[in-house]
């Protein structure tokens, strides 16, 4: 299933065809983790002159730009170039694996692009399928994705290992070499390239993609991001206290730390009643209010 260029070199080109396949099966893998859980604390990239020390992301905006990179330890392998599922892969490491599976195994597996994303990464998407025993386009399907919402790293990984598993099992697993014969498998690890590259390098967190928005119906594009105030590798959260049942947050009482906060008490028809629920405080992102809109 590989395309190939004359003297041996290699060329991963779009296939429309795919990206319209008829699938009968799909499985999205997205599973949300607590965002500082997936990341652990890091350390400003570019000192002593490794790499860029900003990540630029595209579109006209009215806020911020460029950030600045923070290496985590979470991102980085345990030995570059090597299969290891101990730390979470980038776009491009995901892309480096996909197309040396598809080097090792020919007659199962091939990688093309289906699309562009927003600042023109290839959407890479692998094909996993027996052509001696028929098409793919003329089998049962299943499709299987990770990395659609920005920071779900854990839903790229699960989607890569499915991968690995299949392939390193394949011909001494009989379930899964009957699978890989009689059905086709389409993988995506990485729908959202452009968001997860922001997660995985930048203290920036989002949900959904970069292009520009206006999440406060204020007119402005991306005017207030979040700011990494103490320069620790996160954007967390930010509380404020504003009297005794003037806010929507608590204290939650049952963390001795004094930091854990709750979603208020619901008093005064409260969050079960249907009424807003009242605390102590409000919270905001950490951050500077640029728009001095409160928020």
């Keep these: 299933m590989v395309s190939r260029e004359p003297a041996g070199t290699r ?21 949300p983790l607590a965002l500082d859980a997936q990341r652990g ?3 400003r990239a570019g000192a002593g002159g490794r790499g860029p020390q900003v990540h630029s992301v595209g579109g006209v905006r009215d806020g911020a730009s460029f950030f600045p990179k923070v290496d985590y330890p979470q991102t980085r392998p345990l030995k570059p170039g090597e299969v290891d599922f101990k730390h979470f892969h980038t776009p491009e490491e995901s892309l480096s694996l996909m197309q040396a599976w598809e080097k090792k195994y020919p007659d199962l597996v091939e990688v093309y692009s ?15 399928a027996n052509e001696k025993t028929g098409r793919d386009t003329d089998k049962p399907a299943f499709f299987i994705e990770g990395g659609r919402h920005a920071g779900e790293s854990s839903g790229s990984e699960a989607t890569l290992y499915f ?8 011909g001494t697993d009989p379930e899964i070499t009957k699978l890989v014969d009689t059905r086709t498998l389409y993988c995506k690890p990485h729908n959202n ?4 590259t922001l997660y995985l390098t930048t203290a920036q967190t989002l949900r959904s993609t970069v292009r520009p928005n206006d999440d406060d119906g204020d007119g402005l594009l991306d005017e207030d991001p979040g ?8 954007v967390r959260q930010m509380r404020k206290y504003v009297g005794s049942g003037k806010g929507t947050a608590s204290k939650d009482p049952n963390d001795p730390s004094g930091r854990l906060m709750g979603g208020g008490r619901g008093g005064g028809g409260g969050a079960r009643g249907g009424g807003a629920p009242t605390g102590d405080y409000v919270t905001y992102g950490e951050g500077i209010d640029n ?3 409160g928020r």
């Design 291 to 293: 728009d001095g809109d």
């Design 114 to 128: 289906v699309g562009k994303s927003f600042e023109g990464r290839d959407i890479w998407q692998m094909t996993i």
């Design 11 to 31: 060329k991963f080109v779009p296939h429309p065809r795919r990206a319209l396949a008829f699938l009968a099966g799909v499985a999205l893998v997205c599973s």
């Design 163 to 170: 991968i690995h598993h299949v392939l390193s099992n394949y």
């Design 193 to 196: 390239p452009d968001g997860n």
């Design 41 to 43: 604390g890091g350390q």
């Design 227 to 234: 700011d990494d105030l103490d320069g620790d590798g996160f």
